[in-house]
């Protein structure tokens, strides 16, 4: 299996859930790298970067989400794997 970027843009009650930081808890849990904030628009916005595998069971869990959350669309752009990151970081 190959590396991959995903761009992601999550939709629906997904600030103010402890979405950012349960994703992170994940991402750090199946090796992805990348980071993840709020949107002004209500929306969570991501890049994803690892294993190919990882980078889609990731936004897998990312339709559920931590407890609280109602994800209603996730937009998925796959962009070429650039490996620039070295860890998961929630951006403020």
């Not at 600030?15 to 994940?26: I, P, W």
């Not at 796959?78 to 970081?89: Q, T």
Request: hydrophobic share 40%; aromatic share 10%; net charge positive.
């Amino acid at each position: 299996m190959g590396k991959a970027r995903a761009h992601v843009l999550i939709s629906g009650k997904v600030q103010g859930v402890f979405y950012r930081v349960n994703t992170k808890r994940m991402a750090d849990k199946l090796g992805v790298k990348g980071w993840i904030r709020n949107l002004p628009d209500g929306r969570v916005e991501a890049v994803f970067e690892g294993d190919e595998e990882a980078v889609k069971r990731l936004i897998s869990w990312c339709w559920i989400g931590p407890p609280g959350a109602k994800v209603t669309n996730i937009e998925v752009e796959w962009e070429e794997y650039l490996g620039e990151y070295e860890s998961f970081k929630v951006l403020h």
